[in-house]
Antibody, heavy 118, light 108 residues
Framework: EMQVLESGGGLVQPGGSLRLSCAAS????????MSWVRQTPGRGLEWVSS????????YYADSVRGRFTISRDNSQDILLLQMNSLRVDDSAKYFC???????????WGPGTLVTVSS | SYVLTQPPSVSLAPGKTATITCGGD??????VHWYQQKPGQAPVLVIS???DRPSGIPDRFSGSNSGNTATLTISRVEAGDEADYYC???????????FGAGTHVTVL
């Protein structure tokens, strides 16, 4: 069974940093692009960032470009999201998801909560 | 940037057919994916590539996509279908994934 599981969320002050991890299992991790999507409580889904299977190409939402860095370790089947210069409006539940061949996200992890507050 | 427009809510009685639209400029030229999200849970893919159902998704769920509108149809709606539904595409022009704002389906 394909699974992804996020970790690393928590409470951080504005301007601080946090690194999220996503452990994958049940599929050939390096063969698939991966993405991060976030959701503010009671709000909709917002795509954050994606990375190709090789890790050579990355994509970012305008709201996080220059502050967040996506990366992956294909030897350990782990996806990472380094978040710097965090703002209050970055507070959200962050989901990791595997991308299918036509850009569909499946499966998703249960998410990890990031709270940016002083 | 590319925008996807969904109605905020749809309400219907059990056994009826729910139709959820997702509007976008020439969306018929893109692959549209649909997700179901129940409270406190992660989203689940219910339709990919306009009208493909992943394994385990009931055949009551179907999709279509043409022109400026993609549609998710849920036939014979059940109480367990009550959830938020989101459409999603890849926008080649911006190299961004885009989600619609979501539609809450209420089963009366």
């Amino acid at each position: 069974e394909m699974q992804v599981l996020e970790s690393g969320g928590g409470l951080v002050q504005p301007g601080g940093s946090l690194r999220l991890s996503c452990a994958a299992s049940g599929f050939m991790f390096g063969d698939y692009a991966m993405s991060w999507v976030r959701q503010t409580p009671g709000r909709g889904l917002e795509w954050v960032s994606s990375i190709t299977g090789s890790g050579r190409t990355t994509y970012y939402a305008d709201s996080v470009r220059g502050r967040f860095t996506i990366s992956r370790d294909n030897s350990q089947d782990i996806l990472l999201l380094q978040m710097n210069s965090l703002r209050v409006d970055d507070s959200a539940k962050y989901f990791c998801a595997k991308e299918g061949m036509v850009g569909a996200f499946d499966p998703w992890g249960p998410g990890t909560l990031v709270t940016v507050s002083s | 940037s590319y925008v996807l427009t969904q109605p905020p809510s749809v309400s219907l009685a059990p056994g009826k057919t729910a139709t959820i639209t997702c509007g976008g400029d020439n969306i018929g030229s893109k692959s549209v994916h649909w997700y179901q999200q129940k409270p406190g849970q992660a989203p689940v893919l219910v339709i990919s590539y306009d009208n493909d159902r992943p394994s385990g998704i009931p055949d009551r769920f179907s999709g279509s996509n043409s022109g400026n509108t993609a549609t998710l149809t849920i036939s014979r709606v059940e109480a367990g279908d009550e959830a938020d539904y989101y459409c999603q595409v890849w926008d080649n022009a911006s190299d961004h994934f885009v989600f619609g704002a979501g539609t809450h389906v209420t089963v009366l």
